[in-house]
Protein backbone atom coordinates (compact mmCIF):
# COMPACT_ATOMS: atom_id res chain seq x y z
CA UNK A 1 0.00 0.00 0.00
CA UNK A 2 1.53 3.51 -1.02
CA UNK A 3 0.79 6.24 1.24
CA UNK A 4 1.16 10.37 0.91
CA UNK A 5 2.76 11.89 4.25
CA UNK A 6 0.30 14.10 3.67
CA UNK A 7 -2.27 11.39 4.08
CA UNK A 8 -0.30 9.96 7.23
CA UNK A 9 -0.40 13.72 9.04
CA UNK A 10 -4.12 13.65 8.37
CA UNK A 11 -4.87 10.94 10.38
CA UNK A 12 -2.29 11.31 13.29
CA UNK A 13 -4.26 14.75 13.88
CA UNK A 14 -7.75 13.17 14.22
CA UNK A 15 -6.13 11.08 16.67
CA UNK A 16 -5.17 14.52 18.51
CA UNK A 17 -1.87 14.32 18.19
CA UNK A 18 0.55 16.58 16.28
CA UNK A 19 2.91 15.41 13.74
CA UNK A 20 6.39 15.74 14.68
CA UNK A 21 8.68 14.80 11.94
CA UNK A 22 9.83 11.56 10.46
CA UNK A 23 13.06 9.93 8.74
CA UNK A 24 14.15 6.95 7.04
CA UNK A 25 15.87 4.71 9.41
CA UNK A 26 19.38 3.64 9.29
CA UNK A 27 20.67 0.38 11.13
CA UNK A 28 22.70 2.72 13.69
CA UNK A 29 19.27 4.54 14.63
CA UNK A 30 18.15 1.68 16.93
CA UNK A 31 14.47 1.61 15.09
CA UNK A 32 13.64 -2.29 15.55
CA UNK A 33 11.87 -3.85 13.32
CA UNK A 34 7.96 -4.42 13.07
CA UNK A 35 6.00 -8.05 15.08
CA UNK A 36 6.91 -9.83 11.80
CA UNK A 37 10.32 -8.97 11.43
CA UNK A 38 9.53 -6.55 8.11
CA UNK A 39 12.37 -3.42 8.79
CA UNK A 40 11.21 -0.33 9.70
CA UNK A 41 11.38 1.49 6.13
CA UNK A 42 9.86 4.73 7.99
CA UNK A 43 9.97 6.47 11.47
CA UNK A 44 6.83 8.97 11.97
CA UNK A 45 6.97 10.75 15.58
CA UNK A 46 3.79 11.92 16.87
CA UNK A 47 3.65 14.36 20.08
CA UNK A 48 2.29 17.68 21.85
CA UNK A 49 2.97 21.01 20.34
CA UNK A 50 2.46 23.87 22.79
CA UNK A 51 -1.28 23.58 24.38
CA UNK A 52 -2.92 22.49 21.29
CA UNK A 53 -3.65 18.58 22.29
CA UNK A 54 -4.09 19.30 25.67
CA UNK A 55 -7.92 19.79 25.97
CA UNK A 56 -8.13 16.49 24.17
CA UNK A 57 -5.94 14.80 27.11
CA UNK A 58 -7.90 16.58 29.52
CA UNK A 59 -11.39 15.01 28.05
CA UNK A 60 -10.79 11.56 28.21
CA UNK A 61 -11.07 8.82 30.53
CA UNK A 62 -7.56 8.50 31.18
CA UNK A 63 -7.17 11.60 32.61
CA UNK A 64 -10.20 11.18 34.81
CA UNK A 65 -9.69 7.64 35.93
CA UNK A 66 -7.93 8.55 39.20
CA UNK A 67 -4.93 5.33 38.17
CA UNK A 68 -1.26 6.31 37.68
CA UNK A 69 0.31 8.12 34.81
CA UNK A 70 -2.56 8.93 32.93
CA UNK A 71 -0.64 10.62 29.95
CA UNK A 72 1.47 7.82 29.12
CA UNK A 73 -1.84 5.83 28.85
CA UNK A 74 -3.43 8.41 26.44
CA UNK A 75 -0.38 8.17 24.33
CA UNK A 76 -0.36 4.32 24.12
CA UNK A 77 -3.39 3.92 23.25
CA UNK A 78 -3.69 6.71 20.55
CA UNK A 79 -0.24 5.13 19.54
CA UNK A 80 -2.14 1.56 19.31
CA UNK A 81 -4.48 2.73 16.78
CA UNK A 82 -2.41 4.58 14.85
CA UNK A 83 -0.28 1.26 14.71
CA UNK A 84 -3.09 -0.96 13.48
CA UNK A 85 -4.68 2.07 10.70
CA UNK A 86 -0.97 2.05 9.85
CA UNK A 87 -0.24 -1.78 9.78
CA UNK A 88 2.66 -0.47 11.91
CA UNK A 89 4.58 -0.57 15.15
CA UNK A 90 3.68 1.77 18.11
CA UNK A 91 6.83 2.60 20.08
CA UNK A 92 6.50 4.85 23.27
CA UNK A 93 8.79 6.74 25.59
CA UNK A 94 7.63 5.03 28.43
CA UNK A 95 8.27 1.31 27.60
CA UNK A 96 11.41 0.03 28.82
CA UNK A 97 14.22 -0.56 30.16
CA UNK A 98 15.38 -0.69 27.33
CA UNK A 99 14.38 2.72 25.88
CA UNK A 100 13.93 3.96 22.83
CA UNK A 101 16.06 7.04 21.91
CA UNK A 102 13.43 9.28 21.51
CA UNK A 103 15.96 12.31 21.63
CA UNK A 104 18.04 11.13 18.78
CA UNK A 105 15.18 9.93 16.88
CA UNK A 106 13.74 13.81 17.08
CA UNK A 107 17.15 15.13 15.81
CA UNK A 108 16.94 12.91 12.75
CA UNK A 109 12.96 13.97 12.04
CA UNK A 110 12.85 17.85 12.97
CA UNK A 111 15.26 21.13 12.99
CA UNK A 112 15.52 20.63 16.86
CA UNK A 113 18.42 21.35 19.16
CA UNK A 114 19.96 20.67 22.83
CA UNK A 115 18.89 23.90 25.13
CA UNK A 116 21.19 24.86 27.37
CA UNK A 117 18.41 23.35 29.98
CA UNK A 118 18.59 20.17 28.32
CA UNK A 119 15.31 20.33 26.91
CA UNK A 120 15.19 19.87 22.48
CA UNK A 121 14.34 23.51 21.46
CA UNK A 122 12.11 23.86 18.43
CA UNK A 123 12.21 27.12 15.91
CA UNK A 124 8.65 27.05 16.57
CA UNK A 125 7.53 25.39 19.35
CA UNK A 126 10.39 26.68 21.70
CA UNK A 127 10.52 24.32 24.90
CA UNK A 128 6.89 23.72 24.60
CA UNK A 129 6.58 20.31 22.81
CA UNK A 130 6.83 16.83 23.99
CA UNK A 131 6.89 13.43 21.74
CA UNK A 132 4.10 10.95 23.20
CA UNK A 133 5.69 8.30 20.07
CA UNK A 134 6.96 6.89 17.36
CA UNK A 135 5.22 4.67 14.53
CA UNK A 136 7.37 2.16 12.39
CA UNK A 137 5.95 1.70 9.00
CA UNK A 138 7.26 -1.26 6.84
CA UNK A 139 6.99 1.16 3.81
CA UNK A 140 9.18 3.66 1.85
CA UNK A 141 6.90 6.54 2.61
CA UNK A 142 8.39 9.97 0.53
CA UNK A 143 10.09 12.65 2.62
CA UNK A 144 11.17 16.27 2.41
CA UNK A 145 14.59 17.15 3.35
CA UNK A 146 14.98 17.80 6.37
CA UNK A 147 15.85 21.60 6.67
CA UNK A 148 19.19 23.13 8.35
CA UNK A 149 18.13 25.50 10.91
CA UNK A 150 20.25 27.00 13.51
CA UNK A 151 19.88 26.65 16.95
CA UNK A 152 18.27 29.55 18.44
CA UNK A 153 20.18 29.37 21.57
CA UNK A 154 23.24 30.42 19.98
CA UNK A 155 22.48 34.12 19.72
CA UNK A 156 19.93 34.38 22.29
CA UNK A 157 21.39 36.81 24.66
CA UNK A 158 22.26 36.24 28.50
CA UNK A 159 20.25 32.80 28.34
CA UNK A 160 18.06 33.63 30.42
CA UNK A 161 17.02 30.27 30.93
CA UNK A 162 20.01 29.40 32.88
CA UNK A 163 19.33 32.81 35.21
CA UNK A 164 15.90 32.28 35.81
CA UNK A 165 16.03 29.54 38.09
CA UNK A 166 15.23 30.31 41.53
CA UNK A 167 17.71 27.53 43.18
CA UNK A 168 19.93 27.93 40.24
CA UNK A 169 19.59 24.52 39.74
CA UNK A 170 20.44 25.03 35.73
CA UNK A 171 24.10 25.82 34.76
CA UNK A 172 26.48 25.17 31.75
CA UNK A 173 27.55 21.69 33.47
CA UNK A 174 24.02 20.58 33.71
CA UNK A 175 20.97 20.16 35.64
CA UNK A 176 21.36 19.25 39.61
CA UNK A 177 17.75 17.41 39.78
CA UNK A 178 18.26 17.55 43.61
CA UNK A 179 18.14 21.01 43.77
CA UNK A 180 15.43 21.47 41.40
CA UNK A 181 13.20 18.57 43.60
CA UNK A 182 13.90 20.18 47.05
CA UNK A 183 13.10 23.83 45.74
CA UNK A 184 9.80 22.00 44.68
CA UNK A 185 8.79 20.38 47.85
CA UNK A 186 9.96 22.72 50.02
CA UNK A 187 6.91 25.39 49.78
CA UNK A 188 2.96 25.15 49.37
CA UNK A 189 2.78 28.46 47.04
CA UNK A 190 5.73 27.32 44.91
CA UNK A 191 5.43 29.08 41.81
CA UNK A 192 7.50 26.48 39.58
CA UNK A 193 4.85 23.96 41.01
CA UNK A 194 1.88 25.63 40.51
CA UNK A 195 2.65 27.54 36.90
CA UNK A 196 5.52 25.71 35.83
CA UNK A 197 9.03 25.87 35.76
CA UNK A 198 10.31 29.27 35.50
CA UNK A 199 13.60 28.49 34.04
CA UNK A 200 11.28 27.46 31.13
CA UNK A 201 9.35 29.98 30.96
CA UNK A 202 12.25 32.64 30.59
CA UNK A 203 12.95 31.34 26.93
CA UNK A 204 11.87 33.60 24.62
CA UNK A 205 11.29 31.36 21.71
CA UNK A 206 7.39 30.48 21.23
CA UNK A 207 5.91 32.32 24.06
CA UNK A 208 2.85 31.86 22.40
CA UNK A 209 3.19 28.30 22.95
CA UNK A 210 3.53 28.05 26.46
CA UNK A 211 1.36 25.37 28.44
CA UNK A 212 -1.29 27.14 30.76
CA UNK A 213 -1.19 26.57 34.28
CA UNK A 214 -2.89 23.26 34.66
CA UNK A 215 -1.16 21.42 31.88
CA UNK A 216 2.41 23.20 33.62
CA UNK A 217 1.42 22.27 37.34
CA UNK A 218 0.14 18.32 35.83
CA UNK A 219 3.84 17.90 34.71
CA UNK A 220 5.50 19.12 37.34
CA UNK A 221 3.73 16.94 39.95
CA UNK A 222 4.34 14.08 37.82
CA UNK A 223 8.23 15.19 37.85
CA UNK A 224 8.28 15.07 41.63
CA UNK A 225 6.02 11.29 41.53
CA UNK A 226 8.69 10.12 39.48
CA UNK A 227 11.50 11.06 41.80
CA UNK A 228 9.21 10.44 44.89
Excluded at 146 to 171: D, I, Q, R
Excluded at 180 to 190: A, I, K, P, S
Amino acid sequence: MSRTLDGLIEIIEAHDLAFRGAFHPRSEDGVPALADGTPAATLLLVGFTGWMQWPAFEASAEAGDGLPHPLDRYGQRQLQALAATFEGRALSPSEGPPWWPFQRWARRAEPVHVSPLGLLIHPQWGLWHSYRGALALGEHVDLPPLPSVPSPCENCAGKPCLGTCPVGAFSAQGFEVARCVGHLRGRVDNLCLATGCMARSACPVGPSHRHEARQAAFHQQAFLRARS
